[in-house]
């Protein structure tokens, strides 16, 4: 079922309703496996279901975050939840003052602004550099990950597609040297919270977004890297710009606007 510009998911609203995260069912994930044993396995675990919950929507920004009652509701102690919290943290996920109660962060203009634009930038130059580099297996992988992602939905298996999206976009950025392709994986991750506010705020962005990889999957099969610069840098600013449209109507988006003037030389 669509969702009109905007609404969050019904557990989302749930939670916010209560301004308490102990509201939220901690149940595992259907189909995947519980918490490893282990210290550091235990907190890996603890963590990754929460970021899923945060980036998800089903712990909305602003929602407390009550280290005891988690670690009550998942059934773990306090140390992998303190762990966890910890990697959140880092992530910019959630805002964790001693002797006060972790939030979810916030959506903040000025970051989504900022990540955009080095990714913008960033991710230009990486599919510049590979254009040209990929052998036909390369691009079979690709149009693999796009007929997955076409596949999945969403809202049923988001996991699923969001790893495929991954992929994708690896693969069109894998030539170049590692610690840039780390920086990369960095800023997707950092931005995945939102890519998933611009799927949940326009009905109408799957079909476009579908549409801009297909046109870069092409361009890339053409060895086109102006082109596949264009389709980029227009396909990562047309998210930013859209989810600050929802979000922070007011705020300017200089770094994204910017960058996609440089890389993409032309507007969203």
């Known amino acids: 079922m669509s969702r009109k510009r905007g609404e969050a998911p019904e557990e989302a609203r749930s939670a916010a309703d209560g301004s308490d995260a102990s509201q939220v069912?901690?149940?595992p994930t259907a189909g995947t496996p519980g918490p490893a044993p282990g210290g550091r396995r235990l907190a890996l675990d603890v963590h990754g279901r929460l970021r899923e919950m945060i980036l998800s929507g089903a712990l909305p920004p602003g929602s407390a975050l009550l280290q005891a009652?988690?670690?009550r509701k998942l059934g773990v102690s306090r140390t992998p939840m303190r762990e966890a919290f910890r990697l959140l943290q880092e992530e910019g996920l959630i805002d964790a003052q001693p002797d006060q109660r972790a939030r979810v962060r916030t959506v903040d203009p000025?970051?989504?602004?900022g990540v955009?634009?080095?990714r913008i930038m960033l991710e230009s130059l990486a599919v510049s550099v590979t254009a040209k580099s990929l052998a036909p297996g390369d691009l079979e992988r690709m149009s693999e990950a796009l007929k997955r992602m076409q596949e999945l939905s969403v809202d049923d298996r988001p996991d699923d597609w969001h790893a495929a999206h991954k992929e994708f976009h690896r693969i069109a950025t894998q030539a170049?040297?590692?610690h840039l392709q780390r920086m990369l994986v960095s800023l997707g991750e950092h931005s995945e919270r939102y890519i998933r506010l611009a799927q949940l705020g326009?009905?109408?962005s799957w079909a476009r977004a579908h549409s801009e990889h297909e046109a870069l999957l092409e361009a890339l099969r053409r060895s086109d890297k102006d082109e596949a610069v264009r389709v980029i840098s227009r396909h990562l600013a047309r998210t930013?710009?859209?989810v600050l449209a929802d979000i922070a109507p007011e705020y300017e988006p200089a770094a994204t606007r910017t960058?996609?003037?440089i890389a993409g030389n032309g507007q969203a």
């Open 69 to 71: 009652e988690m670690a």
């Open 202 to 204: 326009l009905h109408n």
């Open 240 to 242: 930013a710009l859209n």
């Open 25 to 27: 069912p901690f149940e």
């Open 176 to 178: 170049v040297a590692p």
């Open 110 to 113: 000025e970051d989504l602004d």
């Open 116 to 118: 955009y634009g080095a």
């Open 259 to 261: 960058a996609l003037g």
